[in-house]
């Protein structure tokens, strides 16, 4: 089951959102917001909104 979910958000996330370094950074740092920092996700997508607007 894990497999199956990995499988469905590798192929159409990280495939096509996922396209260079700088993006896989924001990721991973939104990620380590999300779940060690304990982010509520209004305040990681406005993260993500400003950091895409402003260096991506």
């Known amino acids: 089951m ?3 979910l990995l499988a469905a958000f590798y192929q159409p996330v ?6 260079s370094a700088e993006t896989a950074a924001l990721a991973l ?3 380590a917001a999300l779940t ?3 982010w509520p ?3 990681a ?3 993500c909104a400003a950091v895409g607007w402003a260096w991506l």
């Open 36 to 38: 060690a920092a304990r």
């Open 45 to 47: 997508v406005l993260l």
């Open 29 to 31: 740092i939104t990620y």
């Open 2 to 4: 894990v497999g199956l």
């Open 41 to 43: 996700a209004w305040a």
């Open 14 to 19: 990280l495939t096509s959102g996922v396209v």
